[in-house]
């Protein structure tokens, strides 16, 4: 890889250096733009006792739930864990241990990271246990706690398109997450459904733009859903 080009040609170049311990932030929504090749190799490598920070951790089969069936993940920063069942289970039994994020917070805690700022005061949690053992503050007659920033040694993404330089267009509503994670990693690894030449993307669609990107790597994907809800037939 030399100059801009950010492109690297398989998921192990993709993610070497992680290694067993560190914090890894991954984008993602359920299923939805989740970088669920990245995650099949964290599995493959067998990496362990990770502190993954996400909006949830996938479900029993698919997306970072891949990575309890061999305890690869000590500690769980997320706003939602309710479709795993096997993450419950390790919660319950004390061997997974689990930060439960407030789900905007959480998003402030990447953006945060990303943009240099350690922590961050607001409302959000105020008067519950998210506020326990955190600073209080009273602005303007509202009370506040302090929250800080995370930033992981790995971020992991999932994009629609991207140009060699690393420059992001995610598609719909796997934007969530993603662009935040984007940012917080001090190493940041992306991959995409396309790749093209730098010039060939309309720099007013652009999302994230290289600067954050360390790594990029095409790949192919499966679309799945967690719940499939239907109606009765009409006829």
């Not at 040609?9 to 939805?32: K, Q, R, W």
């Not at 689990?98 to 949690?125: C, D, H, N």
């Not at 509503?173 to 992306?190: D, E, S, Y």
């Not at 007013?204 to 990107?213: A, C, L, Q, S």
Request: charged share 25%; with cysteine.
């Amino acid at each position: 890889m030399s100059g801009f080009n950010k492109v690297v040609t398989s998921y192990a170049e993709a993610l070497a250096g992680l290694e067993d311990g560190m914090t890894v932030i991954a984008g993602g929504f359920g299923l939805c733009g989740i970088p669920e090749n990245l995650i099949n190799e964290i599995k493959r490598k067998g990496t362990k006792d990770l502190t993954m920070v996400s909006n949830n951790c996938g479900t029993t089969e698919h997306g970072l739930g891949v990575l309890l069936f061999d305890k690869q993940i000590k500690k769980m920063i997320a706003s939602y864990v309710g479709e795993n069942a096997i993450f419950e289970a390790q919660m319950m039994s004390g061997e997974l241990e689990v930060e439960l994020t407030p789900q905007g917070t959480l998003a402030e805690k990447m953006r945060a990271a990303g943009a240099g700022i350690p922590a961050f005061y607001t409302a959000t949690g105020y008067g519950t246990d998210v506020a326990i053992g955190k600073e209080c503050k009273q602005y303007n007659g509202r009370d506040y706690i302090l929250e800080e920033s995370i930033q992981g040694d790995f971020a992991i993404v999932k994009a629609w398109k991207a140009d060699t330089f690393g420059n992001l267009i995610f598609r719909k509503t796997a934007r969530n997450f993603n662009p935040l994670a984007a940012t917080a990693g001090k190493i940041t690894v992306v991959e995409v459904e396309e790749i093209v030449k730098p010039g060939e993307l309309d720099p007013d669609e652009i999302h994230t733009p290289g600067i954050y990107v360390d790594r990029l790597i095409q790949g192919t994907f499966e679309k799945r859903i967690e719940q499939v809800t239907t109606r009765p037939s009409s006829k």
